[in-house]
């Protein structure tokens, strides 16, 4: 009985990945780093934020590009947000600078 159980796990394991046609997927995850200057040291608070799965690369790759259009948008400066004061984006890469206390800057970095 035991061998038996120990073969019918075997060949599910082994079974699986071709049993279900398994493939490669693509997993969008966006790194937020928080930095703020105190009176003589740097704070800088990291975190990943996962927003989509896809089946292939360039379903990836369109929500990227999406997602980094949104934030481009999100982090302009206007009136009702008074707190921005500038941003450099590059594809893939967004640095927002906020009024901190000074004569300390505090900015945002999505990566």
Known sequence: MR???VMLGVILVIGLPWGSRASCGW???EKV?????????EEVASAWEFH???E?????EQSLT???QLR????QPRPERPE???VKATPGFLSVMYRGTDPHPAWAAYL
């Open 3 to 5: 061998v038996g159980a």
């Open 27 to 29: 997993v969008l995850w």
């Open 33 to 41: 780093e928080q930095h703020s200057h105190m009176a003589s040291k």
């Open 52 to 54: 989509t799965a896809s």
């Open 56 to 60: 292939t690369k360039d379903e990836c």
């Open 66 to 68: 999406a997602l980094w």
């Open 72 to 75: 481009r948008e999100e982090s």
């Open 84 to 86: 921005i004061e500038d």
